[in-house]
């Protein structure tokens, strides 16, 4: 028998009916390691479900990714430090307990199963199995033997009903009983095999061998329960302290991510204040590290944003300045040019015939360019109170027909518009910033639309809505954004028009100010259509006009390149 049978073969796992485990000395030639591996479909089955479900999460919290991330490296972490702890244990204590076991068991095959005759009877195995099985190790032994009739007889030492043949995975029973090559290597035809297998979830350590030079085979039966229960508190045991340092992880983790999302926090609150237009927030910089470095980047910026607004607001208002200022120094000029070209233009009107047939086109050249200087000029003064935003209303009950009425009648419309509007509908407005409006945008379609022009007036909820809709070609689509544009002119070619470019700008500021709106688009028939949406219940504080102030904004004759369509 081969004495080093027992030291081989070390780090097997617990499987039932499995092939033999390597022997000391050799197994069968075909023979392998006799372990089964688990069957993996349906952990491999989950993996797949859990990785779908995850695949549709979206983590879009900085914190839970934060978190997540810390999550999976100190799981990673545990697991791998868990698994090899268990392991390497685990290996220690089965290899430990078998060594002892198989130790004894040869020993025990040497010294008393050896001393047996070549053909003992039933009786004598019996006796002997039960002291081999009173070690130290207390396994159970089967002895099989030929007697002197040459019948099998057997001897175990738990009785008739304790460790039978049947016990014994036929693959441990095939390579114990095959006679091996005797060499030079190898001088024992026959070897010590053992194998763990598993009989209703207890493990048990199987071994057997044959007495060399004729005698009986022996098996032995150890139970691996107390190894087995040990390594099941180990696992519980690393599976807890696996589970603390997760929860610990997440603990790091949130402390990590308030660390880091606070500053974070921080700069998204001064990024919105500072879209508000409050350009004098500022972050407070602490530390030398990274988020540091982006407050510092962020005050920078807010700081040259600041400067940046304040050059343009003072630039603006000098602007705003300088135009108001002219605007009020051309007004004295005008006067006396005006004065002056009503006295010529009497002079055309009269029926005298003083004025000289060769100097009359000049004449009337000039009347008629001073009147666009003077609507400029007072278009110019009426865009300025509104960039300086002292444009007041003057409030009144306004009967809505009667006010576009007269609007058409003092400009000698009423041939060329249709009033669609029920009378006794009532809204508190400013009239003159009323008729400046509808006079820009009546004028404004007879001009490049054409008559006949429709003027619609309809309520809706509080609300009042006036149409004016002409029966032209439309407003191109690329000019249509620019239509209440100051200046904005739809043709290069024609830069120079007798309107000023302001007349449908004014219009809407006159409409703002009342809290209204107008829109510009083309009807579905044929035409542009300008609506006028006002609130009927407008309240607002009251300024007078001065004395003698003409209707600013009455500027019927401007070009629709600045206002709406461009040039026909």
């Not at 940046?308 to 607001?313: H, K, L, N």
């Not at 809204?427 to 006079?439: E, H, K, M, S, T």
């Not at 022009?453 to 149409?467: M, P, Q, T």
Request: glycine residues 10%; negative net charge; aromatic residues 4%.
């Amino acid at each position: 028998m081969c004495p080093a049978a027992a030291r081989q073969g070390r780090g097997r796992a617990l499987v039932p009916d499995a092939d033999p485990y390597r022997a000391g000395c050799r197994l069968p030639a075909g023979s392998a390691s006799v372990r089964q591996r688990h069957h993996q479909g349906g952990d491999r089955g989950w993996t797949a479900a859990r990785k779908g479900v995850l695949s549709r999460l979206r983590f879009t919290s900085l914190r839970l990714r934060l978190v997540v991330v810390f999550g999976l490296v100190a799981l990673t972490a545990a697991v791998s430090a868990s698994g090899i702890a268990y392991w390497l244990n685990r290996e220690a204590v089965l290899t430990r307990a078998q060594d002892a076991v198989l130790h004894d068991f040869e020993q025990e095959m040497q010294n008393r199963a050896g001393a047996l005759p070549e053909h003992p009877t039933q009786d004598e195995l019996q006796h002997t199995a039960g002291q081999m099985a009173g070690s130290d190790q207390r396994f159970s032994v089967l002895l099989v033997a030929s007697n002197a009739d040459g019948r099998t007889v057997y001897g175990s030492s738990g009785g008739l009903s304790g460790f039978s043949l049947q016990d014994v995975p036929v693959s441990l029973r095939t390579a114990v009983n095959k006679r091996q090559k005797v060499d030079g290597a190898d001088k024992h035809p026959y070897h010590l095999y053992w194998q763990r297998v598993v009989d209703h979830d207890t493990p048990y350590l199987v071994a057997g061998t044959r007495v060399i030079g004729g005698g009986p085979t022996g098996y032995m039966l150890k139970s691996l329960e107390p190894e087995a229960k040990d390594l099941n508190s180990l696992s519980w045991s690393l599976g807890i302290a696996t589970g603390l340092a997760l929860i610990g992880s997440a603990l790091l983790a949130q402390a990590a991510a308030t660390t880091v999302l606070k500053p974070v926090q921080r700069l998204g609150a001064a990024a919105r204040r500072l879209g508000e237009g409050k350009l004098d927030t500022r972050l407070r910089v602490s530390g030398t590290d990274e988020l540091a470095d982006l407050s510092r980047t962020f005050n920078k910026a807010a700081e040259a944003l600041e400067k940046r607004v304040a050059d343009m607001a003072a630039r603006d208002e000098a602007s705003r300045r300088f135009v108001a200022d002219m605007s009020h120094e051309l007004r004295t000029p005008l006067t006396a040019i005006t004065a002056v070209t009503e006295v010529l233009e009497e002079e055309l009107e009269a029926e005298t015939g003083s004025m000289d047939p060769m100097i009359e086109p000049a004449v009337r050249l000039v009347v008629s360019e001073t009147r666009r200087l003077n609507d400029l000029v007072e278009n110019l003064m009426e865009v300025t109170r509104f960039d300086a935003g002292t444009a007041r209303l003057v409030l009144d009950d306004v009967d809505i027909a009667d006010q576009i009425t007269a609007c058409i009648d003092a400009r000698a419309w009423l041939d060329a518009v249709e009033l669609d509007a029920d009378r006794g509908i009532h809204a508190r407005l400013d009239p003159r910033r009323l008729d400046v409006i509808l006079a820009n945008l009546i004028g404004n379609a007879l001009k490049h639309g054409g008559s006949p022009v429709r003027v619609s007036v309809r309520e809706a909820d509080d609300s009042l809505v006036i149409e004016v809709q002409d029966h032209g070609p439309g407003i191109p689509e690329d000019v249509l954004p620019h239509v209440f544009d100051r200046f904005y002119k739809a043709s290069a070619s024609r830069p120079r028009s007798e309107g000023s470019g302001l007349g449908l700008s004014i219009a809407l500021e006159n409409a703002h100010i009342h809290g209204g709106e107008i829109t510009a688009a083309n009807s579905p028939d044929s035409g542009a259509v300008f609506t006028l949406r006002l609130p009927r219940h407008t309240s607002g504080p009251g300024e007078q006009p001065a004395e003698g102030e003409r209707k600013p904004g009455d500027d019927t004759g401007q070009d629709r390149g600045a206002d709406s369509k461009g040039d026909a």
